[in-house]
């Protein structure tokens, strides 16, 4: 069956629901369910929903859409829907109670099932937003005809905010080959047709392609350590000249100060170019390359498929939730001796080395450890005493961005006035490793000399230190 006639059956499935008519009007707990469900394949949420969860999130949308007077139930319509062929029922043994009422209910909570949309029907909803417009179409014609359709299909999480051209693309799956970069164009993966990074100083990367071009580049799957643009001869593939911190290369350093996602195109002219998803810009360097001149590096991370990332509507505030929950994750980082990172705040009586602010909380006195060499790669600094700094918040995160330099005397320079700060508090029984302080002087002065002297601004931060 071709797609075209998938969703005329998909609609009219919808629209010939088998719904209590008896008031007169047709009851909504189903068509509610529905929308709910085909949110969560917008969303990318998981496919199959158990019972618990499914009541605790239906239950607010029936009493808040459902006909005034009517039972905001949603037992009904969780097992009913299993037979429009729209809905899966599984995880459960014996036969499913026909009857409404309490029975329903005990043997729901005795079997806690799992619940969602048919699996072809979810797949169709969660990668092809036309097809999923006119099923929602469908579904609010035929039982909210008296609805305010924006207000309905906002919290349904079924709004179409205008794409800014950041994260993903709407309607553009993950996996997706394209035949050349005109196809990528099109489609606003990645608009250039020529350039490696999309995306400007100010706003950010937008995408990426990784196709092999920079001799420096390494592909890790999950994983990139992804070479600047500029310097690089097209014949060779060899860099000629050294790479600065200005446009693209700015664009990525913008990104990780944000945190706002990239796309990550893979491919080249020869096998076609594959959407590989959203990264992260976790880090970047300057290093010599291979070929012996200067590049800029980061270090992008894969975003899992489980870690949901929206647009939110210009001028409006992101919706949050009203109730959190926790969950489980598994994740991996460099582990850093708390002992030793005690030892220095304690030592310093949790006061900052720069302005002599000692923070009191309700628990106690509040300061940081900061790393002057970062412990991440590529800077492998050591876990010790003499390479912690005892910070306030403030200026710990203008010395992780390189705005603090501390000179061998200890003397303090604001980086973007070239003020003279004073000099760095000293307490018996913590002496400062100079060869960590040399190294982030010439770490962050080298960002200077060919980024903020470009024009390219002060923003951005390598591995920030704890």
């Not at 009913?80 to 029922?89: M, N, P």
């Not at 990426?208 to 070479?227: A, P, R």
């Not at 050591?382 to 700094?389: E, F, R, T, V």
Request: glycine share 10%; hydrophobic share 35%.
């Amino acid at each position: 069956m071709s797609k075209t006639s998938r969703v005329d059956a998909l609609c009219a499935a919808a629209a010939a629901l088998r719904v209590d008519r008896s008031s007169g009007q047709p009851a909504r707990h189903q068509p509610i369910t529905l929308l709910w469900a085909i949110g969560r394949a917008a969303a990318n949420q998981p496919r199959m929903v158990c019972w618990t969860k499914a009541r605790a999130e239906l239950k607010p949308l029936l009493e808040e859409f459902g006909h005034t007077g009517a039972n905001p139930s949603p037992e009904y319509p969780f097992v009913a829907l299993s037979r429009s062929g729209l809905w899966e029922l599984r995880g459960y043994e014996g036969e499913v109670p026909a009857a409404r009422g309490s029975g329903l209910q005990r043997w729901l909570d005795d079997h806690e099932p799992l619940g969602g949309l048919e699996h072809d029907f979810y797949e169709l909803m969660a990668t092809a937003p036309a097809a999923r417009k006119r099923v929602v179409d469908t579904l609010v014609s035929q039982f909210f005809d008296t609805e305010k359709r924006t207000d309905l299909l906002k919290n349904f999480r079924l709004g179409t905010p205008e794409f800014d051209g950041y994260g993903a693309v709407p309607g553009i799956e993950v996996g997706r080959v394209f035949a050349n970069r005109q196809a990528l164009h099109d489609v606003a993966v990645h608009r250039p047709l020529q350039a490696g990074i999309c995306g400007t100083a100010d706003g950010g990367a937008e995408s990426i392609v990784l196709s092999g071009g920079y001799e420096d580049d390494e592909d890790h799957d999950d994983v990139i350590i992804y070479t600047g643009q500029g310097g690089r001869d097209n014949n060779t593939g060899r860099q000629v000249r050294d790479q600065t911190l200005t446009r693209g290369n700015a664009a990525l350093v913008t990104s990780q100060t944000t945190g706002i996602p990239v796309r990550v195109v893979k491919g080249d002219t020869d096998s076609g170019y594959r959407y590989d998803g959203l990264f992260r810009v976790e880090a970047f360097w300057h290093a010599v390359g291979q070929s012996e001149f200067l590049v800029w590096r980061y270090r992008l991370t894969k975003i899992s498929s489980d870690e949901t990332v929206t647009q939110d509507p210009e001028g409006q505030a992101p919706e949050g939730r009203t109730n959190t929950t926790r969950v489980e994750t598994t994740f991996q980082r460099i582990i850093r001796s708390t002992k030793v990172a005690n030892y220095v705040k304690r030592v310093h009586g949790f006061t900052c080395q720069v302005c002599g602010t000692r923070l009191a909380t309700p628990t106690g006195a509040y300061a940081e450890a900061a790393h002057i060499r970062a412990l991440g790669k590529p800077h492998n600094g050591p876990d010790l005493a003499d390479n912690i700094l005892c910070l306030c918040p403030n200026h710990h995160t203008l010395f992780d961005f390189g705005m603090l330099s501390i000179a061998d005397d200890l003397t303090i320079t604001d980086r973007a006035t070239g003020a003279r700060l004073g000099r760095l508090r000293e307490v018996r029984g913590h002496r400062i490793d100079q060869g960590h302080l040399a190294y982030h002087r010439e770490h962050h002065s080298e960002r200077w000399k060919h980024g903020q002297d470009e024009g390219a601004g002060d923003e951005g931060a390598d591995d920030v230190g704890e």
